[in-house]
């Protein structure tokens, strides 16, 4: 079997300190978790900025002050920035974190209901935000709520837009969204193109029991305080040490997991995309 590759969502929009206070919210904590995560052996870092109140932003320079301090204490590791929704509705907001270059960016290819809110990605957005990961050659990681939204990136896909080999990433068991089952988990699989990567991101409780079917299927997982915030005791997670739990658990079964590089050979990254932010981040958008 393929090694595994552990992405961590280390904030996501929605939790805050109060929550759990082991979130991290500040460039310096966020970067300060990257190198736990990676020293733990995560190497694919979903990113998500907050502004001063701690709320979520699309702030271009609160992304660029996060990217600055994780190459700074973990060059390594690869880096995926969130386009995600929930932090505004602005499209160009929306897509400034592709056109600052990093290796991978997070696509959710349709719509879906999410608590108290509709989380739009209507067609137009989504064909304005997928020629900008063609002009840019950001590799998109597709989240997938719903199993219509990889009929949307194939769509996207024949247009010309975006390229295989695609990596999905299955966000299962959202409120709202697909429930979180291995049976929904196998569906999707078994619904993505031949040569294709995928992880799954269990929300809630279905974390860590997702993240293992995914191991034993030969996929690879998404964990993190963006997901869910406890232990699958009740305690308080930490990004850390969920990070820790899924290697104990990858050794235990006789997977091995996979280095940053490993990663980027596993994930087709081109190689010269490495360290590209770094020449962006001068730059004003
Ligand atoms: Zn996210």
């Not at 199993?147 to 080999?165: C, E, Q």
């Not at 005791?233 to 997991?257: C, F, H, M, Q, Y």
């Amino acid at each position: 079997m393929e090694k595994l590759i552990i992405t961590v969502a280390l904030t996501g929009n929605v939790p805050t300190k109060e929550m759990n206070p082991n979130l991290p919210v500040t460039p310096d904590e966020i970067a300060y978790d990257v190198r736990r995560c990676a020293d733990a052996g995560a190497v694919l870092f979903h990113v998500h900025a907050r502004d001063a109140q701690l709320k979520p932003t699309l702030d271009i320079e609160v992304f660029k002050e996060i990217v600055r301090k994780i190459k700074e204490v973990a060059p390594e590791v690869i880096i995926q920035l969130s386009t995600g929704g929930r932090a505004g509705k602005d499209w160009e907001a929306r897509s400034k974190p592709i056109r600052l270059c990093p290796e991978m960016a997070s696509f959710t290819t349709g719509s879906n209901n999410l608590p108290g809110m509709v989380y739009e990605n209507p067609p137009q957005l989504l064909e304005y935000m997928a020629k900008i990961f063609n002009e840019t050659g950001v590799k998109p990681e597709i989240e997938v709520f719903e199993a219509g939204m990889i009929n949307n990136a194939l769509y996207l896909h024949k247009k010309g837009w975006i390229h295989p080999p695609f990596h999905f990433d299955f966000v299962l068991g959202a409120p709202g969204a697909m429930a979180g089952s291995v049976k929904n988990l196998q569906f999707l699989v078994d619904s993505i193109p031949p040569g294709s990567t995928w992880s799954v991101a269990g929300i809630g409780k279905m974390e860590i029991p997702l993240a293992v079917a995914a191991i034993v299927m030969g996929g690879h997982v998404r964990i993190g305080l963006e997901d869910n915030l406890y232990m699958p005791d009740g305690s308080l997670a930490s990004n850390p040490a969920l990070v820790e739990k899924i290697v104990r658990i990858t050794r235990e079964i006789g997977r091995e997991i996979a280095s940053p590089d490993e990663a980027r050979e596993i994930l087709s990254l081109p190689k010269e995309n490495k360290d590209r932010i770094l020449n962006m981040l001068d730059k004003v958008f």
